[in-house]
Structure formats: C-alpha cells, structure tokens
Nanobody, 128 residues
Framework: QVQLVESGGELVQAGDSLRLSCATSGRTFSSYAMGWFRQAPGKEREFVAAIGRSTLSTRYADSVKGRFTISRDNAKNTVYLQMNSLKPEDTAVYYC?????????????????????WGQGTQVTVSS
C-alpha cells in the first residue's frame, strides 16, 4: 500500500505558474505509475496528466498540453506537476493517484478507475 500527500496548491493570478508535489510513502515508489486528476465544483473528476514507471512515458489532457509538465523523482518518492500559464478554468482540487504495477512497462493510464490509491487533494484557484 502507498500513501499520497499533495501540496503546492494556492490562489494565483491568470498567467502565473505553480508546481504541485505529491509525496508518497509505503511500497516502492518506482513500482507505481502515477497520475494527476482534477475536480472543479459541480464537475466530474478529470484526467490531467500521467507518467509511467518509465519517466519517458507521459500523457496529457488536451486542455493542459504545452502548459503542464508531469515528472517524477524516484529518489525522493515524489511526483510533480509543473503548471504554467494558468487559466481560471484550471481552478479545481488537484489529486494525485498511484497504480501499482508488478511488471516494468511504459504504460500510462488516463482513467480514474485504473488507479488504486489517491491523495486528499490540494486546491488550486486561478483568478482572472
């Protein structure tokens, strides 16, 4: 089992940048594919970005492609989401998620149902 704790969310202005962190503890971090999702009030949770066990494998939602970057540091057991050129529509609670993999692969996962473990979320608010 793995525990996930997100941090870094805050109130910013449109055009600003933020970096979210998701610190993990428990089983070997490198055995997990990781993802970031977000949920705005009144909306369903949506996919933002994912990274596989291999740092070469990433995937992004069209809405954030070119602005957000997901990365992982296996030595620090942490996954990051660098968010640039933030827009008011990026306002949401951001969650990180983990999917344990018994085998090494380059797979990335965009569906919330694929993930077994979730953090508590961190609020990002972008004012116009």
């Amino acid at each position: 089992q793995v525990q996930l704790v997100e941090s870094g969310g805050e109130l910013v202005q449109a055009g600003d940048s933020l970096r979210l962190s998701c610190a993990t503890s428990g089983r070997t971090f490198s055995s997990y594919a990781m993802g970031w999702f977000r949920q705005a009030p009144g909306k369903e949770r949506e996919f933002v970005a994912a990274i596989g066990r291999s740092t070469l494998s990433t995937r992004y939602a069209d809405s954030v492609k070119g602005r957000f970057t997901i990365s992982r540091d296996n030595a620090k057991n942490t996954v990051y989401l660098q968010m640039n050129s933030l827009k008011p529509e990026d306002t949401a609670v951001y969650y990180c998620a983990a999917k344990y993999q018994t085998y090494y692969s380059n797979e990335v996962f965009a569906a919330p149902s694929e993930y077994e473990y979730w953090g508590q979320g961190t609020q990002v608010t972008v004012s116009s």
